[in-house]
């Protein structure tokens, strides 16, 4: 299965390694027409396109990324697509961003088809980015509630990491703000910063291990839910 490697210099490579762990996962879910909510730059267009028979990007214009989408409208608002029209629908690190998120929660299931799945990720001990767009955080249970209010019945949870890797993520967030200004004390930083990016990262999903409840402090979740027929 092709979906790119991630990058063992970046201070936040354990993301993206996790990333691709769920939706390889979650791969045998993926099917017919999708639904990438929220595309952004279609990074994961060419995995998906593996399973699906068609991918459909669907973003606002004021986007902080490269405008890629099909199809251009407000996450906030109704979408401009048909009821049953969508076999598999995807959303990555979109939901935070979203002043009215039930509203999304609510077209996934509309645009679904019956026994289609919805699959998203979202942050949960997560700096705040892309500000000032960056309104919410979410607990296992808001995340089922909001899902039962938009009508989805199988839900499944899964913690993205565990409290070792929420901390070595938040302190390497941390510690990237200072070593990209242009002066000798980063310089100087970077020398031993950069080689804690590696080891901590490395080491955080080892030391999960002990961690024998993941959800409570997880980096964030990854979650499948199934429309089911009514």
Same mark, same amino acid.
């Given at each position: 299965m092709k979906i790119e490697h991630p990058?063992?210099?970046?201070?936040?490579?354990?993301?993206?390694?996790?990333?691709?762990?769920? =939706?390889?996962?979650?791969?045998?879910?993926?099917?017919?027409?999708?639904?990438?909510?929220?595309?952004?730059?279609?990074?994961?267009e060419k995995f998906i396109l593996q399973f699906a028979e068609n991918y459909t990007g669907v973003d606002w214009g004021n986007t902080f990324h490269q405008l890629t989408a099909d199809i251009f409208s407000d996450l906030n608002k109704p979408l401009p697509i048909e009821n049953n029209s969508a076999d598999t629908v995807i959303t990555i690190s979109v939901l935070e961003h979203l002043f009215e998120p039930q509203i999304m929660i609510n077209e996934s299931y509309r645009i679904l088809k019956n026994d289609g799945y919805l699959i998203f990720q979202v942050p949960f001990q997560w700096w705040i980015?892309?500000?000032?767009?960056?309104?919410?955080?979410?607990?296992?249970?808001?995340?089922?509630?909001?899902?039962?209010?938009?009508?989805?019945?199988?839900?499944n949870i899964f913690p993205n990491g565990g409290y070792f890797?929420?901390?070595?993520?938040?302190?390497?967030?941390?510690?990237?703000?200072?070593?990209?200004?242009?002066?000798?004390?980063? =310089?100087?930083?970077?020398?031993?910063?950069?080689?804690?990016?590696?080891?901590?990262?490395w080491l955080a999903p080892l030391l999960d291990k002990l961690d024998k409840n993941k959800l409570l402090e997880a980096p964030g979740y990854w979650v499948i839910a199934k429309k089911i027929n009514q």
């Open positions: 990058n063992c210099k970046q201070h936040n490579w354990l993301v993206y390694k996790y990333n691709k762990e769920y =939706l390889i996962k979650f791969s045998p879910y993926i099917k017919g027409h999708v639904y990438d909510l929220g595309c952004g730059e279609r990074p994961y980015h892309e500000a000032p767009y960056d309104f919410f955080r979410f607990t296992p249970f808001a995340l089922e509630k909001m899902l039962h209010l938009a009508g989805y019945k199988d839900i890797s929420a901390k070595a993520l938040k302190a390497n967030y941390f510690w990237n703000r200072f070593i990209n200004k242009k002066n000798p004390v980063s =310089l100087f930083l970077k020398l031993f910063i950069f080689p804690m990016f590696y080891i901590n990262q």
